[in-house]
């Protein structure tokens, strides 16, 4: 059984468990979420690093005379209007890294 299974039993029969029990699982998944947090900002200072990068150099290719935009930018731009998913992960959020 893995830690998340684990973690989701805990939450059945709340009404069965101690008041100690109950305060541990908060803890833990206090301690997940805090784990989750950091990992999220990690992430956001990468795509922010390399962002800046593509900025940088699009700006050099821009002061070059090299176009911008390209072909496969537009046709990048045409699918994501096309799909009208607002708010909708591309990514598979539920599943596990582990595996």
């Known amino acids: 059984m893995s830690e998340k299974d684990a973690a989701d039993e805990g939450l059945l029969n709340l009404h069965e468990r101690s ?10 998944l206090y301690e997940e979420e805090q784990k989750i947090s950091y990992h ?9 690093i390399l962002r800046a990068e ?3 150099r699009l700006k050099e290719e821009h002061e070059e005379g090299k176009g911008v935009v390209s072909g496969s930018d537009i046709e990048r731009l045409i699918e994501m209007l096309s799909n009208d998913l607002r708010g909708v992960s591309r990514f598979d959020v539920t599943a596990d890294d582990d595996e």
């Open 54 to 56: 593509l900025v940088r």
């Open 40 to 48: 999220r900002r990690v992430l956001h200072g990468k795509i922010d």
């Open 19 to 28: 008041i100690e029990d109950l305060r541990a699982l908060l803890d833990d």
